[in-house]
């Protein structure tokens, strides 16, 4: 059973544990309102102590699904949610000394040209798991907390001496992953996201 944490409380990882070296972030959905055309993205922003990636391939996505270091991949893109939706895998063994903090976003695929928005019937949610025993280590919902967004950062992976940690952010973002992109120091074209 899953750990239902307050939004001030983080999770404690211990880099050396190897119980609790791979880390799995799953986000999912379904379509409330019958449309089925809607798609969403999980990212990871690699982040150094300036809040910025050092190099484009800093960002794991569904363009870019392995970054260099091996320590975060994605699973692949999944258009429809169903099933596992999309899933990314931390390995903290491996993430290199210069990144302390990995954070996760979603965000609505072309969400610009297709008129969609997270208030517009997605039921969708977070789970945080231990990719070792697949023991659900948090679970939350995501469905009710935004309305005119089209990305959130859903959280974020930071190193705390030789612990890593899991806190919860859940922001907003209107614009997309281009805006994320933007946020974080990527370098981004996609029209209309």
């Known amino acids: 059973m899953g750990i239902m944490i307050k939004k001030t409380e983080d999770i404690d990882f211990i880099e050396d544990n190897d119980l609790l070296r791979k880390i ?13 055309d809607i798609d969403l993205d999980i990212a990871a922003f690699c982040l150094g102590k300036d809040g910025r990636v050092h190099k484009d391939s800093d960002f794991v996505f569904y363009n870019n699904l392995k ?10 893109d999944n258009l429809l949610g169903d099933g596992k ?5 931390v ?15 979603a965000a609505i695929y072309r969400a610009g040209v297709k008129n969609q928005k997270f208030g517009q019937g997605i039921s969708c949610y ?19 907390k935004f309305s005119d967004e089209t990305a ?3 959280g974020e992976l930071y190193k705390y001496i030789r612990t890593w940690k899991f806190g919860e952010i859940n922001k907003g973002v209107r ?19």
């Open 24 to 36: 799995l972030i799953e986000l999912q959905w379904d379509t409330n309102s019958g449309n089925k």
């Open 67 to 76: 970054h260099p270091s091996g320590a975060v991949e994605h699973l692949g």
């Open 85 to 89: 939706g999309e899933q990314i895998i």
């Open 91 to 105: 390995d903290l063994a491996y993430v290199p000394p210069d990144i302390c903090n990995i954070t996760f976003a």
């Open 126 to 144: 977070i789970r945080i798991v231990n990719a070792n025993n697949n023991q659900e280590l948090l679970k939350y919902d995501l469905s009710e």
């Open 152 to 154: 959130v950062v859903i």
């Open 175 to 193: 614009g997309g992953l281009a805006a994320l992109c933007e946020e974080f120091g990527v370098n981004y074209t996609q029209s209309n996201d």
